[in-house]
């Protein structure tokens, strides 16, 4: 569906975007992961071509950029991070509008294609209510009711949940699942477990790079730090526990975290998870706890969260 080959973007002397490689397949959802000033909103504008890039080249359809530009934008809806919206007008008018301006003349296919965009939206009950007085939310899905107005079968979304609370956060993520189910999308998010609960893919970009490309699970089981081990103990004082697990073989670090109750400790452990290794370092943990009076409240393996990933991949140093 689309293709980016070594896309670069100077500002004067800056490189906001710095030879990215991406392919997009049809029905795909991919997240852009990054920090902010990372390139991702940059690498937006140039996939809906609004953004020229410096080189590079962007493939959508088999219609190449800037050649088929108008045929490439005709394929896209896009939102930008500022829904364009009409304050002063009713959401009814606003939609109305936005019809007529992007094509759809005949009243009835317009009615229709209405409809169709208040039930995916969730707008029945907004229709005739002035945009200003909308909540970020309900504005969210007056902009992406615009975005899919014609139908495309592309949508962008620059950080479509920003700003938004838990409550409006799941009806976003619902309403992009539900387009999701037969159109591509593409969008940017600082959220990061909303991309895990959303994406088919991350693109984690770093000062105009890609550093990652891959699925949650897989971006999970090749990242370079190791797995972890969560430990509790009620009856030691936190230095005897220290020593004892300093004691343990193969245990590479050992750092205390807050208890989640009173008169315990606790503690997060790093074990060599490599591939091939069949060494749990639970049984060994339980093991040495089993010679002491002490009582073991929690003895659990994680693997790394999507969040510790994308800190060690976007760190300054990197």
């Not at 995916?120 to 975005?147: E, F």
């Not at 205390?256 to 049984?283: A, C, H, T, W, Y």
Request: glycine share 6%; with cysteine; hydrophobic share 40%.
């Amino acid at each position: 569906m689309i293709e980016v080959q070594n896309l670069t973007k100077y500002y004067n002397d800056f490189c906001a975007v710095d030879n990215i490689s991406l392919t997009v397949q049809p029905g795909e959802i991919l997240g852009l992961l990054g920090p902010n000033g990372a390139g991702k909103t940059t690498t937006l504008r140039m996939l809906t071509g609004y953004f020229k890039p410096s080189s590079g080249s962007i493939t959508v359809n088999d219609l190449q950029m800037p050649k088929d530009t108008l045929e490439i934008k005709s394929l896209i809806g896009y939102l930008p991070e500022s829904a364009p919206l009409y304050h002063n007008m009713l959401v009814y008018d606003y939609l109305t509008y936005v019809a007529k301006i992007k094509g759809i003349t005949d009243p009835s296919k317009r009615q229709a294609r209405l409809k169709e965009l208040v039930e995916l939206c969730g707008l029945s009950d907004i229709m005739g209510k002035p945009i200003t007085n909308l909540s970020k939310g309900l504005k969210q899905r007056v902009g992406i009711a615009h975005a899919m107005m014609t139908d495309p079968q592309i949508l962008v979304l620059d950080e479509p949940t920003s700003g938004l609370d838990p409550n409006q956060i799941a009806e976003i993520r619902d309403i992009i699942r539900s387009i999701g189910k037969e159109k591509t999308i593409i969008f940017s998010t600082h959220i990061l477990s909303e991309a895990e609960a959303t994406c088919d893919r991350i693109a984690i970009i770093n000062k105009g790079k890609v550093v990652a490309n891959d699925t949650t699970a897989r971006l999970k089981q090749n990242a370079t730090q190791a797995s972890f081990i969560r430990l509790s103990l009620s009856g030691p004082a936190e230095e005897q526990a220290l020593t004892l697990l300093k004691s343990i073989e193969g245990a590479l670090e050992i750092n205390p975290i807050v208890p989640l109750e009173q008169d315990m400790v606790s503690f997060e452990i790093r074990s060599p998870d490599k591939p091939g290794d069949n060494i749990d370092l639970r049984s060994r943990i339980y093991l040495a706890i089993k010679e002491t009076d002490w009582i073991m409240t929690e003895l659990a393996k994680e693997s790394q969260a999507l969040e510790k990933i994308f800190q060690e991949l976007t760190r300054e140093d990197v």
